[in-house]
């Protein structure tokens, strides 16, 4: 198939690395694919070194709908497109204008658990407009079904996938990344990547870790992300006084020489309040890291209750702390969840496994045309 994934972001987080494994994995099925994106954007740079034709498109002003839909029809008509695959609110609707009146098939693919639906645009654009809806997970898929009105047969569940770091490259990896951060082997590092925004509840992590080192002080919790909470999470780290315990790392784009430094992987987001499927965990699962984490969104499907990691309620930092608490202080329990979450992973989370889906929803949506 002749495939086009949009993404009108101006960020690289988890929604912008998903478009980019999935397009190299489709490529590797056979089928050919196009990536478009805003110009200079991150996402573009790195399809264009990986071989993948990229689209760069102003996804700027609402004002300028039509002129981005009609781009893109233009773009759709010249590479023969057969699959328009939109990732974010303003590529959804200019792909669902894009593709009106076309034999071009959209599918939506949906990575945050609240409303789509806005307005009466929202509305049309989403009866009429996309031909399928891509969830990571069912909390998603509910959300659609519950909030927007949007039939169940419509739409389904892709769990997002990762590519799986090779084990012999992680050794070297965690010495080079303990040493960037000044630690030894005794020290528990305890890693949170996530972008420096509300609903990732970095709050309630700084206060997890107050409580953490009033017991074990041998930890360091290096944050890697950016974003509009950094200068108050720092406020906030220096009135607990545990500047000492805390790095924040910022903006990141080697997160594979990142994640083998870690001991535990620690993720405390807000209960359904956009959270559904981070790839941030699925990098913890790969790389054997043990999950402390609260249940929000699709993360428990990730992450086994007391085999692979522990899972808390969200927003209650006692329970963060207590939960982390035992794993730092058992290094056998801390092995034993690192190797059951990589089995878990290689048998449901890998970027193989979730083209091979995609591609069946792909199909099943061209052939629905002809029935």
Same mark, same amino acid.
């Given at each position: 198939?002749?495939?086009?994934? =949009?993404n009108?972001t101006? $960020?690289? @987080?988890?929604?912008?690395?998903y478009?980019?494994?999935?397009a190299?994995?489709?490529?590797?099925?056979?089928? #050919?694919?196009? *990536?478009?994106?805003l110009?200079d954007?991150?996402?573009?740079?790195?399809?264009a070194?990986?071989g $993948?034709?990229v689209?760069? *498109?102003e996804?700027?002003?609402?004002?300028r709908?039509?002129?981005?839909?009609?781009?893109?029809?233009?773009?759709?008509?010249?590479?023969a497109?057969?699959? $328009?695959?939109?990732?974010?609110?303003?590529?959804? =609707? /200019?792909?669902?204008?894009?593709?009106?009146?076309?034999?071009?098939?959209h599918?939506a693919g949906? %990575? #945050?658990?609240?409303?789509i639906q806005?307005?009466?645009t929202?509305?049309?654009?989403?009866?009429?407009?996309i +031909?399928?809806?891509?969830t990571?997970a069912?909390?998603?898929? +509910?959300v659609l079904i519950?909030e +927007?009105?949007?039939r @169940?047969d419509?739409?389904?569940t892709?769990?997002?996938? $990762?590519e799986?770091?090779?084990? +012999?490259?992680?050794?070297?990896?965690?010495?080079?990344a303990?040493?960037?951060?000044?630690?030894?082997?005794?020290t528990?590092v305890?890693?949170?990547?996530?972008?420096?925004?509300?609903f990732?509840? %970095?709050?309630?992590l !700084?206060?997890?870790v107050?409580?953490v080192?009033q017991? #074990?002080?041998?930890? !360091?919790?290096?944050?890697?992300?950016?974003?509009e !909470? &950094?200068?108050?999470?720092q406020?906030?780290?220096?009135? !607990?006084?545990?500047?000492?315990?805390?790095r924040f790392?910022g903006?990141q784009?080697?997160?594979?020489?990142w994640?083998?430094?870690?001991?535990?992987y /620690?993720?405390s987001?807000?209960?359904?309040?956009a959270e559904?499927f981070?790839?941030?965990?699925?990098?913890?699962?790969?790389?054997s890291?043990?999950?402390? /984490?609260?249940?929000?969104?699709g993360?428990?499907?990730m992450?086994?209750?007391h085999?692979?990691g522990i899972l808390?309620?969200?927003?209650?930092?006692p329970? &963060?702390?207590?939960?982390l608490?035992?794993?730092?202080k058992d290094a056998?329990?801390r092995?034993?969840m690192g190797?059951?979450?990589?089995e878990?992973?290689?048998?449901?989370?890998h970027a193989?496994?979730?083209?091979?889906q995609?591609?069946?929803?792909?199909?099943?949506v061209?052939?629905?045309?002809?029935r």
């Open positions: 198939m002749n495939i086009l994934i =949009t009108a101006s $960020i690289f @987080a988890g929604g912008e690395d478009v980019f494994i999935l190299r994995y489709l490529q590797r099925r056979g089928h #050919s694919v196009c *990536v478009s994106a110009p954007h991150l996402l573009l740079d790195k399809c070194a990986a $993948i034709p689209m760069p *498109v996804y700027v002003g609402m004002n709908v039509f002129a981005v839909s009609a781009q893109l029809r233009r773009e759709m008509r010249a590479r497109i057969q699959i $328009i695959h939109s990732n974010a609110n303003y590529d959804r =609707t /200019c792909a669902a204008l894009a593709a009106a009146g076309s034999p071009v098939r599918v949906i %990575h #945050s658990t609240h409303s806005h307005n009466i929202h509305w049309m654009r989403n009866r009429w407009g +031909d399928h809806f891509v990571d069912d909390a998603g898929r +509910d519950a +927007d009105g949007i @169940a419509r739409i389904t892709v769990p997002i996938g $990762i799986d770091e090779p084990e +012999d490259r992680r050794g070297t990896a965690r010495v080079a303990r040493a960037l951060l000044g630690v030894d082997e005794q528990v305890i890693g949170n990547v996530a972008r420096l925004v509300p990732k509840g %970095h709050q309630n !700084l206060a997890t107050a409580e080192v017991h #074990s002080r041998r930890v !360091l919790f290096p944050i890697i992300g950016d974003g !909470l &950094l200068h108050p999470l406020l906030q780290a220096q009135k !607990l006084g545990i500047e000492q315990y805390i790392l903006f784009d080697n997160l594979h020489e994640y083998p430094g870690f001991d535990i /620690c993720h987001s807000l209960e359904l309040a559904m981070p790839i941030a965990i699925l990098r913890a699962l790969a790389t890291l043990p999950v402390v /984490c609260t249940n929000v969104g993360i428990a499907l992450v086994e209750q085999v692979s808390v309620p969200p927003a209650d930092p329970a &963060l702390a207590s939960a608490l035992g794993v730092i056998g329990m092995e034993r190797r059951a979450a990589h878990r992973f290689l048998r449901r989370f193989a496994a979730m083209a091979e995609m591609e069946r929803v792909y199909t099943n061209r052939e629905a045309e002809h």
